[in-house]
Structure formats: C-alpha cells, structure tokens
C-alpha cells in the first residue's frame, strides 16, 4: 500500500498523543535550560552527526545517479557541516532546538537540495542480494529448533545480528566500508546477556501463551537486517496465524529499506502455488507491506501515512526495530496494545543514557492488560 495523503497519528498511540507521547527518547533539553544556549547534549549529538559527514560525503561522491557527485558531495559536506556550526551557537537557528529527528532531517535535505536521493543505493542492492542467498539457510535453521521459546530467542537474536548492518552509525560504516559484516558471525558474537534492556524472558512467555491476531512490525536496515533477521521473524508469526504488515520507509535515507525495495524482496522470497502465496511453505497471503510514510532513520509516531494507519487500527502488537525507530525513538513510546522494542545500541551516546555497553541489545516489551 502506497501513500499519497496527509500524515496523521498512528492509531496505536496512548492517548491524548499531546500529553503522553514525545517521540526522542533522550532529553535534550529542559524548559530551564535558555533557548539560545546548547546544552550539554545537544552538543554531543552535533558532534555524532557531525563524524558521519565523512561516510555520507563519500556515499555521495560515488553516487553514479547524479552528475558532478564529487563537487556535489564537498557542497553537501561543507554546507552540513556549517548548519551544525550554526546549531553549536544557536540551537534555534534551523527549527531547533536540536535532536535525533532534526538532525537526520536537516541532513536529509541537504542531501536532496543538491540532487543525491539515495546515496548509499548501491551498497543496499548488494547487502539485499548477498542476504536472499542465505534466506533459506537462516530460516532452515529455525526452523529445525523444536522448543518454541528457544526458536523465538534465536529469531530475536537473528534480528539483532543483522541490525548491525548500519552505515548510520560512523564507527561500523568504517568497518563495513573495510571487511563487510558477517550474518553467522554477528549472530554467535552478540554481547552476553543480560542485556541493557532484557525483556526477553518475559517476551517468551507471552509468546507462549498468547496468540496475537495482527501485527505491525516498523522495519530499519536493509541487507541482512530486513532478510535475515526480520523477514524470518515475520514468517514465524504467520506461521502462528498472525496477520503481519511490515512497515517501511517511503523515501531513501542512510541504509534503511524502503517500501518499494520491501515490495520487491518480499516477491523474491515468496512462491505461489494453486493461487496461494508461500514463504518457504508458510502461508504468506496474511502478509501486508505498507508505506509508513517516513523519510528518516528515526520516526515520529505523530505524523504517518493514512494508508498505515488505517491497516493497523486493530493490531494488538506493535514492533518497532532498530536503533533509530526503537532506542532513540519511541523507546518509552506507550501503546493501547502490547509492543516490543528491539535494537542494538551503536552509538557510544546512547550507551552512556542507557547505563549499557557499546553494541549492546535492547528488547523491551510492555504487554497491556485489558
């Protein structure tokens, strides 16, 4: 499902949103603090976009789709760079104050102002390409787990695994950039639980007992990510009869997947047989993919399109993954329906809040009582 309308809040939100819902996670202010005058984190956060210039100038430089990228990719570092300069001595100066949301957002249209919409294009065809050739694997062995709370925490740790895959987060931009970033590897090398938010437990026993009829999954990376960590996720859902919609970005921004790239891995992954629709012999025709309207790495849940809102009205489980969507937004989101929060925490900033380690996981579910 594709968007074309208005943005509207998301049906699942605590209400009254106004009161009860603030989308950035850390505080980066308080109404104590002047208004032309940084604060400490503030600061910090300028100072993380400001280590990712270089992985997005050179994304940008390489990007065949737009002519002179090597001149527009030095306008894009230079003028980024000067608005944090501008933010450093006024946060209010570009719509401030300054936070994750600003941030990406200002960087995205600097970006899209110079010609360059999907910079890091290439990378993610051939993430998504090496990813579909292990689909299976992944899933078989799944599969051939038995208990079922077992299987669900190697799906958990199957989606954190291939979160890892970030060209956000300058540190394993770096690293990607170097060595690429093994699936099988990541998945046996996770930080040792308990983990800085670790509601796995608790998580198993609802999935044990309950059966929810809908879910909505908000899903980050491409690669890996999408492929080899959610998509099998979501196949053991429908396998349990859960209707799944998976929602993704409508427009590109760092290595997130966007619903038409979404559109397409999925009519790889599936097989039709007598009219039904199969992910590896699970039916797959309660599987939905809808645009959910965002253009940033991180998400307000106040502005998302018509179409998302619509479909999910009735879920009775919400899952938002990544750092940006699950840990630096909408960590302490509240909704009608039970949720889970799942993400690996790969800024040393938003380690420092959580009181956690670098790479650490973060699963917290909330199950509503009714």
Known sequence: MESSSAMVPFPLLTTPIETTYRPCTIPYR????????????????????????????????????????????????????????????????????????????????????????????????????????????????????????????????GIFAGNIFDLGAAQLAEVFAKDGISFLASCENLLPRPWVIDDLEAFKLSWMRKSWRKAVIFVDNSGADIVLGILPFARELLRRGTQVILAANDLPSINDITYTELVEIISMVKEVKDGKEYILGVDANNLLVVNSGSDLPVIDLSYVSPELAYVANDADLVILEGMGRAIETNLYAQFKCDSVKLGMVKHPEVAEFLGGRLYDCVIKYTEVVL
């Not at 104590?32 to 990712?52: G, Q, Y």
């Not at 949301?101 to 249209?109: T, V």
């Not at 998504?128 to 709370?149: P, S």
């Open 30 to 157: 308080f109404t104590s603090d002047s208004p032309h005058k940084p604060t400490p984190a503030e600061l910090a956060w300028i100072e993380v976009f400001r280590k990712s210039i270089p992985s997005f100038r050179q994304g940008a430089e390489l990007d065949e789709s737009v002519p002179d990228a090597e001149v527009r990719s030095a306008k894009f570092a230079e003028r980024y760079g000067q608005i944090l300069d501008e933010l450093e001595a006024d946060p209010e100066s570009h719509g401030g104050p300054p936070d994750c949301l600003l941030l990406c957002r200002l960087r995205e249209q600097c970006l899209r102002e110079l010609g360059f919409r999907d910079i890091f294009k290439k990378v993610k065809d051939e993430e998504n390409t090496k990813a579909l050739t292990l689909f299976e694997k992944v899933v078989q062995v799944m599969d051939d787990i038995e208990d079922g709370g077992k299987r669900l925490e190697n799906l958990i740790r």
